[in-house]
């Protein structure tokens, strides 16, 4: 099920597996062009060729959310590797994109916004303008801020779940999780 008001898909996610060197991998290789246009009308483009991973969606989430692909958020993770193996726009807009993308796939608020926060929190970081600049991250979360985390969102549920305006939702979260 997809929701117009966040965006639209053009086309799906084919994909082969990769293998690693004598070890499985979780790597998938693209192979047709994948594209989402958010609700502003930028085009966020995954191109037949790219390597993806899912490895922008924090591990510890995992067990909350379940692995980088499965679920319907499959396809906004695709493209949320993409946005930042590329690092051509700030990260906030990347993370920003994902939120929205998985919406536009039917996710519920609560979910994207974990998800959203989790990638937004612990995910990967870049300066833009600087060549090369490296992707840091947060420090890795913990089961403890895995659940205080979600504990926050589903508190923020009632009061929130119609906002889709990815700052005041973030705002609010970090002030319930910093009045913990």
């Known amino acids: 099920m997809t929701n117009p008001e966040f965006g639209f898909f053009d086309g799906q996610v084919a994909a082969r597996w990769l293998t ?3 070890e499985p ?16 009308g930028v085009s966020w483009v995954a191109d037949a060729g790219r390597r993806v991973d899912g490895a ?27 946005g930042c193996q590329d690092r051509l726009v700030a990260h906030r807009s990347v993370h920003q994109m994902f939120y929205e993308a998985m919406r536009c796939d039917g996710v519920g608020w609560t979910k994207a916004v974990v998800m959203f926060e989790a ?36 508190s923020l549920a009632p009061e929130f779940s119609d906002t889709e305006d990815v700052d005041v939702i973030h705002r609010r979260v970090s002030e319930v999780l910093g009045a913990r």
């Open 20 to 22: 690693g060197e004598g």
């Open 25 to 40: 991998s979780r790597e998938m290789e693209l192979l047709e062009r994948f594209a989402y246009t958010d609700p502003r």
């Open 56 to 82: 922008s969606i924090p591990q510890a989430f995992w067990s909350v959310i379940g692995s980088p692909f499965v679920g319907d958020y499959r396809r906004a993770s695709v493209l949320h590797d993409v």
């Open 119 to 154: 990638v937004r929190r612990f995910g990967p970081r870049w300066r833009l303008g600087r060549a090369f600049a490296p992707i840091s991250r947060a420090a890795a979360p913990d089961e403890l801020d895995v659940g205080r985390l979600v504990e926050a969102v589903e």
